[in-house]
């Protein structure tokens, strides 16, 4: 499955314009890719790119191994969500192995048929 959209709004590349990409081109990458995966529109927008600097401190900072598995966790949701519970496709889109993608579904405890799409 290929997803495509068709940009960025105003606001958003904004964001990926003014960001100081610590991690450089990669980081930059990594950002965008989350975003297309996430996005249930055709546009991407601020929200999916960068949090803002006020919802950034309301929330409590989670250890780094928290914080990850976090991410990794709702990124494998997103993802299965998006290709209906196909993990070809998912595995594909996070660029995984397939059975490396089943061991991140088993660390997570997540079961592809509660994704799948009935008809």
């Not at 598995?69 to 709702?74: K, L, T, V, Y």
């Amino acid at each position: 499955m290929k997803k495509e959209v068709d940009g960025f709004t105003p606001l958003a590349m904004q964001k990926l314009m003014l960001h100081d990409w610590p991690g450089n081109v990669r980081e930059l990458e990594n950002t965008i890719e989350y975003a297309v995966v996430v996005t249930h529109q055709n546009w991407i927008t601020d929200d999916l790119i960068l949090r803002t600097e006020g919802s950034a401190s309301r929330e409590p900072v989670k250890p780094l191994r928290e914080a990850k598995d976090s991410f990794e966790r709702e990124y494998l949701i997103r993802l299965l969500e998006l290709c209906g519970g196909n993990v070809s496709e998912a595995a594909k889109i996070a660029r995984k192995y397939r059975a490396d993608f089943y061991h991140l579904l088993k660390k997570h405890q997540l079961r592809v048929g509660d994704f799948k799409k009935t008809s």
